[in-house]
């Protein structure tokens, strides 16, 4: 799972305590990463990122899932469950 913010996006600020407190209880299930937008430019253009925050969900290598904008935890946590079966 690939979180694409920057730090002067206030919805990433706001969803941030919610990744970090998934990403504890689904420690040995899914990898978390997060990706500065304005640090990692090239990257952000090849996922085509044009909101932030902008989460992408991978399996087996390859995007399964995406999505835009502020998310409710229940929200994530119910993609994630999805993602780690």
């Known amino acids: 799972m690939v979180d ?3 730090g002067w996006c206030a ?13 504890k209880e689904f420690d040995e299930q899914i990898t978390f990463a997060k990706v500065d937008v304005p640090n990692n430019r090239d990257l952000a253009e090849q996922f085509k990122i044009r909101s932030l925050p902008t989460v992408i969900l991978f399996k087996n ?3 399964w899932d ?5 998310k409710g935890r229940s929200d994530i946590r119910n993609l994630l469950r999805k993602l780690s079966k």
């Open 11 to 23: 919805p990433c600020h706001a969803m941030a305590p919610i990744m970090k407190s998934l990403a």
């Open 4 to 6: 694409f913010w920057a």
């Open 61 to 63: 290598g390859k995007e």
């Open 66 to 70: 995406r999505f835009s904008g502020l």
